[in-house]
């Protein structure tokens, strides 16, 4: 956000991560920067929302909470054609499944505290370019502002790297044993993961990405908060906590913790209601995992 000047504009996804919401409407609105918003399922969405000021098209695939697929190589074959720069939230994908800059991508972001870091040890970000004038860009707003890493998170987060692959593979067959279980589970009233051929953009998903991850959300039957926490503390294996990309499977409840920021009405119309749950599924044996969610569904 500090490559920009006040008046300039930044598209970004509707289902954004809390966090980013949070950061682009309360800190970077206040210093001049303008947003919009748009559902990416459709790259047509994003052209209508271009305008003479726009420098930036923020996205996330798949998205948080309610994992949407954008079509990375057309919406940055759009911006191409505007010289507007495109920038992909690349944390629930991982570089192992997602390649966004072999897809046009100008700038990629992961939170290295998750899948990178792998350990739910570390806090860190890191910015991924392939142009050497953007990377200078981007060098000096460190050199200036900050934000290095310290030699310990460094040292836990190449570590990490190591075992990215290994890990990530066993994130993605359990991640798709469980998506499948939960489609058929009665008390579910909806799954969404993109390797699910129901997932509305699962085509693209195969297009664009070697694997589906470990990360998927689901929708209870019964739409109320206390069913929902009722689910939530049943789990013994899976940990309720925010967070996700570690090893250990964690249960998130969006609507009260990583999306709470965003405001009612627009949780609302996003889906982001008190019976969607998020799971980052883990590495650990995947029938112990789906005993634990049967059993926690069993109290509803």
């Not at 966090?19 to 748009?38: I, N, P």
Request: glycine share 8%.
């Amino acid at each position: 956000m500090r490559l920009f000047n006040p008046g300039d504009e930044i598209i970004a996804g509707d289902d954004l991560y809390g966090g980013s919401y949070r950061m682009f409407t309360q800190l970077f609105e206040k210093v001049g920067l303008k947003f919009s918003f748009v559902d990416m399922n459709d790259p047509n969405n994003i052209i209508g929302a271009i305008t003479d000021n726009t420098k930036l098209i923020w996205l996330e695939t798949p998205t948080n909470p309610l994992l949407k697929i954008a079509d990375i190589s057309a919406i940055t074959a759009i911006a191409k054609e505007r010289n507007i720069l495109t920038a992909v939230d690349n944390t629930f994908a991982t570089p192992y499944n997602q390649r966004p800059l072999d897809l046009g991508a100008d700038l990629v972001m992961h939170s290295a505290t998750k899948y990178i870091g792998g350990h739910s040890d570390v806090v860190m970000g890191a910015l991924m370019v392939k142009d050497a004038e953007l990377a200078k860009k981007i060098h000096f707003i460190q050199f200036a502002a900050g934000a290095i890493a310290g030699p310990m998170d460094c040292f836990l987060a190449l570590r990490g790297v190591k075992t990215l692959a290994l890990r990530v593979q066993r994130h993605n067959e359990n991640g798709m044993r469980i998506a499948k279980f939960l489609t058929n589970h009665p008390k579910v009233q909806s799954v969404y993961y993109p390797g699910l051929e129901s997932h509305p953009n699962h085509e693209i998903a195969k297009k664009q990405m070697k694997g589906f991850g470990g990360m998927l959300s689901f929708r209870l039957k019964e739409d109320s908060k206390e069913s929902t926490f009722k689910v939530l503390e049943s789990f013994e294996v899976i940990t309720l906590a925010e967070s996700l990309g570690g090893v250990e499977s964690l249960v998130n409840h969006p609507a009260t913790m990583t999306h709470a920021s965003i405001p009612l009405k627009e949780r609302e119309r996003l889906g982001i209601t008190d019976s969607l749950v998020r799971l980052s599924v883990g590495v650990e044996d995947v029938e112990d995992l789906i005993e634990d969610i049967s059993n926690a569904l069993a109290k509803v």
